[in-house]
T-cell receptor, first 111, second 113 residues
Framework: TQLLEQSPQFLSIQEGENLTVYCNSS?????LQWYRQEPGEGPVLLVT???GGEVKKLKRLTFQFGDARKDSSLHITAAQPGDTGLYLC???????????WGAGTKLIIKP | DTAVSQTPKYLVTQMGNDKSIKCEQN?????MYWYKQDSKKFLKIMFS???????INETVPNRFSPKSPDKAHLNLHINSLELGDSAVYFC????????????FGQGTRLTVV
C-alpha cells in the first residue's frame, strides 16, 4: 500500500518567519502535486513536480522533489497571513492511476 | 464560470434518509471523482469514474453509489444515512485519470443528525 506522510500536521508561526513542510513515502511516484485548501473551498493545485531533484518556485514558495522521487518539500519564505491554509501533497503512480494523498499540514500565519 | 460545481453546499438530514449530491464539470475532462474529507481534514477517495471504468474504493459502504448520466456529471447517492457519514464531500475532475491536476468543487458539508 502506498502512503504519503506529511509533517508537521499542524504549524502556527508568526508573519515573516520561514517554514518547511515535508511529504515522505517509501514508494516512488511518477510525479507529485502540492495543493492548498482554504476554509470552505476545495483544494487548488499549486505545482506539480515530475523530475527527481526538480525545484520549482512560486513567488515565496519553493517546491523540491527528492532525487529518488519518494519525497518532496515545500518551503515558504517570509510567510504571510495569506499563506494560511491546509497544504496537501498528492503522489501520482504509474501503476494504479490514482492519486495518493497525504493527510495535510494545517498552516496558520499570525499577523 | 465555475469549472467544477456541486450542489448543495450544505446538507442537514436525519439518520436513515436517502440523499443525493450533484456534480457537474465544464472542463471537458474524462475522469471524475468523489472524495470524502473527515473532521481531521484527511482526503479519502471514494470513487473515480471515466467513460470506461468505475473504480470503487473497497472501504466505501455500498450505501454510496455514483451515477453518471453523461461525461460532465457524476452524482453521489447515499442511502440509509448514518451519523458517521457526516463529512465534507468533494467532487473533482481531471483530464487524465490519477496523473493530471485534479480540479475540485467547493464541497458539500453533510451533517447527519
Amino acid at each position: 500500500t502506498q502512503l504519503l506522510e506529511q509533517s508537521p500536521q499542524f504549524l502556527s508561526i508568526q508573519e515573516g518567519e520561514n517554514l518547511t513542510v515535508y511529504c515522505n513515502s517509501s514508494s516512488v511516484f511518477s510525479s507529485l502535486q502540492w495543493y492548498r485548501q482554504e476554509p470552505g473551498e476545495g483544494p487548488v493545485l499549486l505545482v506539480t513536480v515530475v523530475t527527481g531533484g526538480e525545484v520549482k518556485k512560486l513567488k515565496r514558495l519553493t517546491f523540491q522533489f527528492g532525487d529518488a522521487r519518494k519525497d518532496s518539500s515545500l518551503h515558504i519564505t517570509a510567510a504571510q497571513p495569506g499563506d494560511t491554509g491546509l497544504y496537501l501533497c498528492a503522489g501520482a503512480s504509474d501503476s494504479n492511476y490514482q492519486l495518493i494523498w497525504g493527510a495535510g499540514t494545517k498552516l496558520i500565519i499570525k499577523p | 464560470d465555475t469549472a467544477v460545481s456541486q450542489t448543495p453546499k450544505y446538507l442537514v438530514t436525519q439518520m436513515g434518509n436517502d440523499k443525493s449530491i450533484k456534480c457537474e464539470q465544464n472542463l471537458g475532462h474524462d475522469t471524475m471523482y468523489w472524495y470524502k474529507q473527515d473532521s481531521k481534514k484527511f482526503l479519502k477517495i471514494m470513487f473515480s469514474y471515466n467513460n470506461k471504468e468505475l473504480i470503487i474504493n473497497e472501504t466505501v459502504p455500498n450505501r454510496f453509489s455514483p451515477k453518471s448520466p453523461d461525461k460532465a456529471h457524476l452524482n453521489l447517492h447515499i442511502n440509509s444515512l448514518e451519523l458517521g457519514d457526516s463529512a465534507v464531500y468533494f467532487c473533482a475532475s481531471s483530464q487524465i485519470e490519477g496523473i493530471s491536476e485534479a480540479f475540485f468543487g467547493q464541497g458539500t458539508r453533510l451533517t447527519v443528525v
